[in-house]
């Protein structure tokens, strides 16, 4: 059994030399980045007592990045002291990550493979799933493997769609068809999840559902907000029991 679906990989992968490219195909995580990182920072402060002052607030955390794509994440986290991996099962976006890396020379561990077949001594302390499991074709899979890689009391972040007739209506007419802020076909609408099933699916392997809290895009300003609406993008923290 397999979290990877290799359309998806070979969708991305074709995309992979534009991951830096903040007018390109990536363009809305480009503009979602400095909310999303605000929200993990907040949160990282608020879970392990962190001092919220230090410029290397991050130094004592081990952080998994899965399905980390160029390392939009992982460059930002990284600044702040953590020790990052980044995984993907897409080469050509593993090796586009390293490259940023070594151009702002940062030591960033990255590893072209999927949850399941990581092996690592350690667990780490933060896992994050940011815009990934939408693409996932077997996600009980994907949490289980990542309650193996994870520290007891350990924090998880999940980013991604609701599944209703508004995320439909938004995040792909909308977004791919209308606006084309995405190429058509990113998104699979039937691989999205309402937070209940996803909480469901947290609860079978061992994870409580912490938080949850919706993003939304504010298309005058260009800028994404934290929301108490979750109907369409929302971000959940679990943590490990």
């Known amino acids: 059994m397999t979290t990877v679906d290799k359309k998806e990989i070979e969708k991305f992968s ?4 534009d991951w830096w490219n903040p007018n390109g195909k990536f363009k809305p995580l480009h503009h979602f980045n400095p909310t999303r990182i605000k ?3 907040e949160k990282l402060i608020s879970h392990f007592g962190l001092d919220a002052k230090s410029n290397q607030l991050l130094k004592k955390i081990n952080i998994l990045d899965i399905g980390c794509g160029g ?11 953590a020790t990052i991996t980044g995984i993907d099962a897409s080469q050509s976006n593993i090796e586009a990550a390293k490259l940023h890396a070594r151009e702002m020379n940062l030591n960033i561990n990255y590893i072209c493979t999927s949850p399941e077949n990581l092996k690592l001594k350690n667990k780490f302390d933060v896992i994050l799933n940011m815009e990934i499991v939408e693409h996932v074709p077997n996600v009980n899979l994907f949490i289980q493997n990542c309650s193996k890689l994870i520290e007891k009391k350990g924090i998880m972040f999940v980013a991604t769609i609701n599944k209703n007739l508004k995320s439909y209506l938004y995040a792909i007419l909308g977004a791919e068809y209308i606006l084309r802020w995405l190429p058509i076909g990113t998104h699979d609408w039937n691989k999205f ?9 947290g609860k079978k392997n061992n994870f409580i559902m912490d938080e949850l809290v919706g993003m939304k895009f504010n298309l005058l300003l260009k800028e994404w907000k934290k929301s108490s609406d979750t109907s369409v993008n929302y971000i959940t923290t679990f943590l490990k029991d």
């Open 14 to 17: 074709n995309l992979a030399k």
């Open 39 to 41: 929200f993990i920072k």
């Open 71 to 81: 390392g939009l994440l992982c460059e930002p986290l990284k600044r702040l002291g």
């Open 193 to 201: 999840l309402t937070p209940q099933e996803l909480e469901s699916i």
